[in-house]
Each structure stands twice: as structure tokens, then as C-alpha cells.
């Protein structure tokens, strides 16, 4: 019995040995992060929507580690250029990717060589959920519901419709709303959503989908009527039916893409679970409430179910910029 009790404490004993250093690396290795000012690359231009949203998040990760977080804009090539920059960077926890689902979905299929692999070089650490983005007719057309404009765009055989980009969200739904309904409605592509917004203003456009926030440039101005959000009702609009709600049977109608976060692949998990934290705890920061706000924007959600909506969205976001035929660039 003596010699039992001792032969298990030697097993126990040489257990706990085996685990401490894996345990003092993690623990370490979260701990010594950050050691120096963190680099926040915003792979698009300063004063739009990801912009601000990395330097809301960025201020309060400062706040929250006792190290500056650097915001630097890397624009350009659909995000591919600050995307591929952190995914060449040291897995250290210190240079850090503020993007859109553009630049971690949309590149894969709209690029011949973004410059990077997202599954293998790049580890997403925390996405805000997009907002719906709203339908919005010019008042010439009168129409007010899906319906109605499906009526008008069959009758009237030609009606164009404006995207902030081609390869875009607008652009999918236009062919998918061509597929289901046997339209011909002619994409009309902007470089952003500014000028798509004017157009749409001045009577260029019959059409125009986008952002809450960007559209009140003609709502306010009763140059447009929304007829339709994308995917998810918008909170400041309740009345307003999504387009699955109006009939619209495409899975590309069931997505709404993402801004976030990522990492380096190689960057330790403790790093990685770190920085999520960080994101999700801003959440009640004022400052960041108030961006979220502004573009009506959801919570940012931590790793797990930040990982969970990409691998979900992945295929149906795929799927629909295949079938737009563009060869890639």
C-alpha cells in the first residue's frame, strides 16, 4: 500500500512538472503582451467607417495595456495591401489588421494574387456584424416595396442600379435579383458610395443601395425612397422590410459582412484571446458606442463566434461573387 501510494505521487508529481512550462508559456506569453506601441493597420483611407472604427477600438486598447496603438492606413486594392503587410509582420501580437469582409472573403475571388491567404496567413480575432444596407429609389420611380419595383423594372425594361464598387454587395444583389425575378437591371459602378449617393441625387441613378449613414444625403433631402434593406432590418427604420421578408429567396440575402480584426497566424492563442477581449470590452466604452452608432453598427463579437460567422458566411458570399462572372484582377 506504501509503495502504491508513493509510485502514484511520483506519477502525479511528474504530471504537473510536464504541465507547468506550457502553462508558464501561456501565461508568459499573455502577460508579456504588449511590450512596446502596437501597430493598427486600417487598410482603408482615414475618415470612413473602418478608419474610425480602429481609432475608437485603437483608443481603447491604449487605455486598457499602457501602450500606444498606432493607427496607420495602408488603402488600396480592396484592403489587399494593408491585409498582406500584417500577414507578413511578426507574430507578436504587435501589428494588428482593422478590415472589412471585402479584404477576408471578397479578394479570394475577385483577385488573381491579393498578396495574401487568409486561412493561412491571417487569424480573425473579433468582427462587428454589418448593418443592413438599404434599397433606396429614386421618387420618379414610385415605388415603395420589393414588389413595386420589380413591377417597374419588368414594365419599364430598362432600370439601372448603383454600386459603390463592382464585385460589391449592390452589384450581387443586382444579379441575384436578376436571377430570380428574370430582370435585366443594368449595374452602374461608383468608387464609393459618395458619388453613388449624388448620382442617385441628381437623377443619374434609378436606383442605389448602400449604408444608413451614407444614404441620409438624399433621404433627408426626399430624393430617395428606401424599399428594402439587404438582410437585417435597421433599427432607426423598423417599418422597413428586409428583402427575404419581401419575398427575395437568394442565401446571398441572408449575410451582412463584417468589420474586424486579425492577427498574424503564428501569433499565440493566449495573444489572440487577449486582443478579443479587448474588442468586446469596448463595446460600452463611450466613444465607441458612439461610432457604432453612427453607422448603426452591432456589438463586436469575441473569437469563437467571430470565427463561427465567417466560416458560416464564407461559402454563400463565395458562391455569389462566382456567379457574377468577373475574371479576377
Not at 100 to 116: D, H, L
Request: hydrophobic residues 45%; aromatic residues 6%.
Amino acid at each position: 500500500m506504501p509503495a502504491t501510494f508513493s509510485r502514484r505521487r511520483v506519477i502525479a508529481a511528474g504530471a504537473a512538472a510536464a504541465a507547468m512550462p506550457l502553462l508558464s508559456r501561456g501565461a508568459s506569453a499573455q502577460a508579456a503582451w504588449p511590450s512596446r506601441q502596437i501597430r493598427m493597420i486600417c487598410s482603408y483611407p482615414a475618415g470612413g467607417q473602418t478608419d474610425l472604427l480602429a481609432r475608437a477600438f485603437g483608443e481603447f486598447i491604449t487605455r486598457q495595456v499602457g501602450q500606444t496603438v498606432v493607427i496607420e492606413n495602408k488603402a488600396g486594392a480592396s484592403g489587399s495591401i494593408g491585409a498582406a503587410e500584417v500577414a507578413r509582420a511578426a507574430p507578436d501580437g504587435h501589428t494588428i489588421l482593422c478590415s472589412i469582409s471585402t479584404t477576408y472573403v471578397m479578394n479570394r475571388a475577385m483577385m488573381k494574387n491579393p498578396g495574401y491567404d487568409m486561412d493561412k496567413d491571417l487569424t480573425l480575432v473579433s468582427v462587428i456584424p454589418g448593418a443592413g444596407l438599404l434599397l433606396v429609389a429614386s421618387p420618379k420611380l414610385g415605388v415603395k416595396t420589393l414588389a413595386e419595383f420589380v413591377a417597374h423594372a419588368r414594365s419599364s425594361g430598362k432600370v439601372n442600379f448603383g454600386t459603390y464598387s463592382a464585385g460589391s454587395a449592390p452589384h450581387m444583389t443586382i444579379n441575384e435579383l436578376n436571377k430570380q425575378y428574370g430582370l435585366t437591371i443594368e449595374p452602374i459602378h461608383y468608387r464609393g458610395e459618395a458619388p453613388m449617393w449624388t448620382g442617385l441625387a441628381e437623377g443619374t441613378l434609378d436606383v442605389a443601395m448602400g449604408s444608413y449613414t451614407a444614404a441620409q444625403t438624399v433621404l433627408q433631402s426626399n430624393l430617395g425612397v428606401v424599399f428594402g434593406v439587404h438582410s437585417k432590418k435597421v433599427d432607426a427604420i423598423p417599418g422597413i422590410a428586409t428583402l427575404p421578408e419581401q419575398g427575395a429567396t437568394s442565401k446571398f440575402f441572408t449575410v451582412s459582412g463584417f468589420s474586424g480584426w486579425a492577427l498574424p497566424k503564428a501569433t499565440p492563442q493566449p495573444i489572440v484571446d487577449r486582443l478579443s477581449e479587448l474588442c468586446v470590452a469596448a463595446n460600452n466604452d463611450p466613444k465607441v458606442k458612439e461610432v457604432l452608432a453612427t453607422f448603426v453598427l452591432e456589438p463586436a463579437i469575441g473569437f469563437r463566434d467571430s470565427n463561427a460567422l465567417y466560416q458560416r458566411e464564407l461559402p454563400v458570399w463565395m458562391e455569389a461573387a462566382q456567379s457574377l462572372g468577373l475574371p479576377p484582377a
